[in-house]
């Protein structure tokens, strides 16, 4: 399920997320609007990399689980 369609996320850690279903839209790219999708690795692996140019994001991180795999697009990376 992608975050945008998850009513349980706060604004704060959603961004401008809204921007794939319309790029999606826009672009006839079907795995940015469908609210949750099951797929093969490498459609996956294109959706994560086209979200992350769209939200304009500095990396990627893939956290595989058991039942569902998590994506994110970090942003605003620091030296700690």
Same mark, same amino acid.
């Not at 940015?32 to 769209?54: G, H, K, M, N, Y």
């Not at 994506?71 to 620091?78: E, G, N, Q, V």
């Given at each position: 399920?992608? !975050? *945008? %369609?998850?009513? !349980?996320?706060?604004? =704060?850690?959603?961004? /401008?997320? &809204? %921007?794939? #279903?319309?790029?999606? $839209? +826009?672009? =006839?790219?079907?795995?940015?609007? *469908? #609210? !949750?999708? @099951?797929? +093969? +690795? &490498? #459609?996956? %692996?294109? %959706? @994560?990399?086209?979200? =992350? /140019?769209?939200?304009? =994001? $500095? ?22």
């Amino acid at each position: 399920m992608w !975050s *945008w %369609a998850n009513d !349980s996320l706060p604004q =704060a850690v959603l961004g /401008d997320i &809204t %921007a794939l #279903p319309r790029y999606g $839209e +826009e672009h =006839a790219f079907p795995l940015l609007v *469908w #609210p !949750s999708f @099951r797929a +093969e +690795e &490498t #459609p996956v %692996a294109q %959706a @994560r990399i086209v979200a =992350a /140019d769209v939200l304009a =994001a $500095e990396g990627l991180w893939f956290e595989p689980g058991d039942e569902v795999d998590l994506h994110f697009a970090i942003h605003d990376l620091r030296r700690v």
